[in-house]
């Protein structure tokens, strides 16, 4: 299973970004997915996840209204819009995904432990 994150970069603030996690190896079609990010001395926290089927999705508080994440399952791809990006933002991004057979309820998604597969993650840098 690979997970491939990209799309990162170096932005202003208030800019935007739209990061891509290609997947191969697992049936994407079944696999909950998230993003994940972590900033420099801080630990890997949740960001936002979707549903295998793309219908349900959830957001850490401080990217709601900013982020949108979507996926493409014929594609075996997921998205991460980035909007009004600020300077708190800067961290590396990882998609993680799990294959999942039930309904996974939204507080289960914003855990780590819960994700089997994860990428390498990609660097994303605002400037202030």
């Known amino acids: 299973v690979q997970l491939q994150a990209s799309g990162g970069g170096l932005v202003q603030a208030g800019g935007s970004l739209r990061l891509s996690c290609a997947a191969s190896?697992?049936?994407?079609?079944?696999?909950?997915l998230g993003w994940f990010r972590q900033a420099p001395g801080k630990e890997r926290e949740f960001v936002a996840a979707?549903?295998?089927?793309?219908?349900?999705?959830v957001y850490t508080d401080s990217v709601k209204g900013r982020f949108t994440i979507s996926r493409d399952n014929a594609k075996k791809t997921g998205y991460l819009q980035m909007n009004s990006l600020n300077a708190d933002d800067t961290a590396i991004y990882y998609c993680?995904?799990?294959?999942?057979?039930?309904?996974?309820?939204?507080?289960?998604?914003?855990?780590?432990?819960?994700?089997?597969?994860w990428g390498q993650g990609t660097l994303v840098t605002v400037s202030s």
């Open positions: 190896g697992l049936t994407f079609s079944r696999s909950a």
């Open positions: 993680a995904a799990k294959n999942t057979i039930l309904t996974i309820p939204s507080e289960t998604l914003r855990q780590r432990p819960f994700y089997e597969f």
């Open positions: 979707i549903s295998r089927s793309g219908s349900s999705t």
